[in-house]
Every structure is written in C-alpha cells, then in structure tokens.
C-alpha cells in the first residue's frame, strides 16, 4: 500500500470518500426520485461493485506500477485498466494455487527480518498480488460489461401487458465513465401475457417469479437482448437512438422509460486537469484529502405515445414507440433525452473554498450541488 500522503494515494481515498458520500445521498428517504424508480438501490449496487475493482487496483499497485486514469476528462481509470482486471479476474483461481498461503508468507517475512534485518519488499509485493487475486477470485467488481437484470415484474392495467423493470452496466471505452442503464419494458409476447397475466388483468398470483432475475425475464428473448445491450450501451448513443433500436430490434418489447446513470467526471486537486478554473481553487483546500468534486447525469427519455400495430393483407406494421424530446431545452436537444439532472457532490471544506473565491456560480452551474459532511449529505445547496 503506498503512503496515504502520496498523490495516487489520495485520488484512491478521495474516489472511496466520493463512493460513501453518493451511496448515502442514495440510499435517503428524502430522494424521491431514486426511491420511487429504484434507481438508488440500483445504483448502490454498482458502486459496490466500484469499490471492489478500486480496493484491488489499490493491491495491485503495491507490485505492479502500471496505472493510467483519464486526467483530463473523466478523471476515472481508462478503460484498459479494466480490461486487465478482467483478464486477471479469469485466470486468478488459478494463479492463486500456485502461491504460498497468506501464513506462509508471513512466517517468511518474519523470517527475512530476523535474518537480513531489512524490509521484505518481494515478500511483500507477494502478498499485496494474493490479495490482489483473492480479491479477485472473490468477484464483485465493475466489469466492461454487467449483463441485464429484472428486478421487477408487475401489469400495465392499460395495456393488460406484464412489463419489467431491468438494468444493466457498462464502462465506457471510450468516455471511461461507468453508465447504469434502468429500463421500463412492456412484454407482449403470447406466452407471457398468458402466464403472467390474469383473466381480470392483473398479475397472476399464482405464478412466483424470484426476483432478481439474471438476464431478461423472458427467456426467448433473453439471449438476444443480452447482446442488444452489449452493441447498444455506449456513451457516444443517445438514450432516443438506444430506446428506438430497441423498439425495433424486438416487435415484442415496448421500451416505456429509460435512465441512464453517468457517474463522473471526477475531479482531484493534483491528480486531474479539468480546467484552470476548478484547479485553483481546489488547490486551496487546506487539507488535500477534501481537495475533489464527484459529478454524476441522470438521463431519461419515456415515450408517450404507441403507435398501434396494424395489420395489412400482404403485411404487418408492429407497434411502435414515439418518445418525447424537450426541444425547448437545447441541451435536452442535445443530448436526446426527455430529461436530465447533473449534480454534484463535494466535501465541506471544498464548498467553502469555492464559496470563498466566488466560483460557486461558474462551478456549480447547472448542477445540483450536495455537500459531504461529518458522514451526512446537506443536498441541494
């Protein structure tokens, strides 16, 4: 582990810092917006997952120095950095039984001590790699790819349509950003209409579906949207052209709702180079543990309107989704959505920094801006 006073040292405890004061802004009550749409939970999750792929690159550089992250845009690791922790991920069992056990290498380092009367470096690069691979083998780590699940079944009394609540993850390649993707889906697949829903049209009591749910619910489907959100979750498509080729990639499927998490970019004093402006004045943050600024975007886009299916002699049109662009807003324009919210999450002495050089204005513009202190979150500032 190296020294805590380092910079690669305090972007790991600044990031684990950011990771606790978002899972907590999460998981309140008071965020109705996350509790009502379950993205808070979902979200909590994939930070679990954050923290698990952060806590093993930590171990990682205690004998591997390689370590890039994208200082002057996401302010996260680059991508390739995840690719590595997957491919080691799948050979760590394996690694793992050709090493001594965690008493042996300790038995060894004593040993050296006594004997040499220095410090065991190779031993103890030895035992930050079991850690490393244990971590590993244990799972639980942000992959460049988090397969769908459904985490949610119930009846649109409307349409009398099971429909399901499912999410997936991905980190970017390119933007090396995590995304979390929350989907709201109709079903109007003949079998699970049938089994799903009752003659009165709700949901039928009598079939148990044990929630969560790897994958799609429905099992004919599953497969392919697997690999529709595996070709369809990059950072660079807008939530419209996603939901559209959604829609039409599954006559079946009719995307209602959908969210899009974008956690980042981050930003740390001596680490990150994100603009003269956030630079200077995190630089004067007396203590550079608070020296840093998480930033997330939550994206939406729902449709508002099916066009019915219609049915021809010599053809058939599928329904299909129109979904709502607030074009009044340029930037929802922009970006495709009906919908989007940035905020904003900094320590208490980097607000006061902030607010004491007069940059709240310029820094905080447009965004939602919650502050973290003494292990609470004081929202909307």
């Known amino acids: 582990m190296r020294g805590k006073t380092s910079p690669v040292g305090r972007y790991f405890d600044a990031m684990f810092e950011a990771f606790e004061g978002l899972d907590i802004y999460l998981r309140e009550d008071e965020s109705p917006l996350y509790r009502h749409h379950l993205i808070g939970g979902i979200v909590v999750d994939y930070l679990d997952r954050l923290r698990g792929s952060f806590s093993a690159w930590e171990n990682r550089l205690a004998f591997a120095e390689k370590f890039r ?25 394996r690694k793992l ?21 220095k410090f065991p ?6 035992m930050a790699e079991r850690f490393y691979l244990e971590g590993l083998d244990a799972g639980g780590l942000f992959t460049p790819l988090l397969l769908p699940r459904t985490v949610r079944v119930s009846v649109n009394p409307k349409t ?3 429909f399901y609540v499912v999410h997936w993850a991905t980190f970017d390649g390119s933007s090396h950003l995590p995304l979390v993707y929350v989907l709201t889906v109709e079903d109007s697949s003949d079998a699970l209409v049938k089994q799903l829903v009752s003659k009165s049209g709700k949901m039928n009591k009598n079939v148990n579906v044990p929630l969560p749910v ?10 392919r949207f697997d690999d529709f959100c595996e070709k369809n979750s990059s950072y660079g498509l807008t939530l419209s052209t996603i939901a559209s080729n959604m829609d039409k990639d599954f006559d079946e499927l009719h995307p209602k709702q959908l969210y899009r998490f974008v956690l980042g970019p981050f930003y740390n004093a001596g680490v990150t180079s994100h603009g003269k402006t956030v630079e200077r004045v995190l630089e004067r943050v ?25 049915r021809g002699l010599w053809s058939n049109t599928p329904a299909r989704e ?38 709240q204005a310029e820094i905080f513009a447009g965004y939602n801006t919650h502050i973290i202190s003494d292990g609470e979150v004081l929202r909307d500032v």
């Open 69 to 93: 992250i994208s200082q002057a845009e996401s302010g996260f690791p680059i991508y390739q950095n995840i690719l590595e922790l997957e491919n080691d991920r799948n050979s760590a069992k």
């Open 97 to 117: 039984a050709e090493f001594p056990d965690e008493e042996t290498l300790r038995e060894e380092m004593v040993d050296f001590i006594l004997r040499k009367k």
């Open 121 to 126: 470096l190779a031993l103890q690069k030895s």
């Open 160 to 162: 009398k349509r099971p």
């Open 214 to 223: 790897d994958g799609l619910l429905n099992p004919d489907l599953a497969h």
């Open 286 to 310: 007396h203590k550079p543990e608070n020296a840093w600024m998480m930033t997330w975007t939550v994206q939406e886009i729902y449709s508002v309107r099916e066009k019915p299916e219609k």
């Open 322 to 359: 129109e979904y709502h662009i607030n074009t009044d807003d340029l930037e929802c324009a922009r970006q495709g959505v009906s919908e989007f919210r940035r905020h904003a999450l900094v320590p208490h002495e980097a607000y006061q920094a902030i607010y004491s050089a007069g940059q």
